[in-house]
T-cell receptor, first 113, second 113 residues
């Protein structure tokens, strides 16, 4: 089955700096790559996603890039703010009925003042 | 619109006791999932259901059973709880297309002593 690796496990940046989280996946058939943000004590929530026919997608301060050849994708957060502090999960999925999302192990992002 | 509702929010069990975690969604989704979340290990799939009447094992099914009671409800049962099952459990549902996001419930924090 699919295996998703995520790095780093923890990341500390100063407010206003950029943060980058990287993931690799194993199954070349995967074609959907969402990112979830989980604040302390809360449920994971989707923040951005990308499909395999797109190389990059942006939503305000958040962007995701995908390299299908290398089988890796990254989350970029610019101009970080304290409210960006959370755990971020990448995931990968294939097409098909009830396609399963396989998650990375998470990155704890701390934005310091 | 409640989304995905899980009960209970917290539970403490003694080793060997049984319990059922309840999950219901009101988004008319066919696909439903049970994940467990442990520190440093991300979200791991226990069982999933592509439609009413069907269930399949995920990555970590041992020690669990599930029931897809109807389209709305998907329950997770621990027949004989073990300390290794101490975790946070999330139910989720998803729409029909492969790039539909997962919608998570608020989670159940289970401690087995």
């Amino acid at each position: 089955g699919e295996n998703v690796e995520q790095h780093p496990s923890t990341l500390s940046v100063q407010e206003g700096d950029s943060a980058v989280i990287k993931c690799t996946y194993s199954d070349s058939a995967s074609n959907y790559f969402p990112w979830y943000k989980q604040e302390l004590g809360k449920r994971p929530q989707l923040i951005i996603d990308i499909r395999s026919n797109v190389g990059e997608k942006k939503d305000q301060r958040i962007a995701v890039t995908l390299n299908k050849t290398a089988k890796h994708f990254s989350l970029h957060i610019t101009e970080t703010q304290p409210e960006d502090s959370a755990v971020y999960f990448c995931a990968a999925s294939m097409s098909g009925t009830a396609s399963k999302l396989t998650f990375g192990t998470g990155t704890r992002l701390q934005v310091t003042l | 619109n409640a989304g995905v509702t899980q009960t209970p929010k917290f539970q403490v069990l003694k080793t060997g006791q049984s319990m059922t975690l309840q999950c219901a969604q009101d988004m008319n989704h066919n696909s439903m999932y049970w994940y467990r979340q442990d520190p440093g290990m991300g979200l791991r799939l226990i069982y999933y259901s592509a439609s009413e009447g069907t269930t399949d094992k995920g990555e970590v099914p041992n020690g669990y059973n599930v029931s897809r009671l109807n389209k709305r409800e998907f329950s997770l049962r621990l027949e004989s709880a073990a300390p290794s099952q101490t975790s946070v459990y999330f139910c989720a549902s998803r729409g029909e297309t492969y790039n539909s996001p997962l919608h998570f419930g608020n989670g159940t924090r289970l401690t087995v002593t």
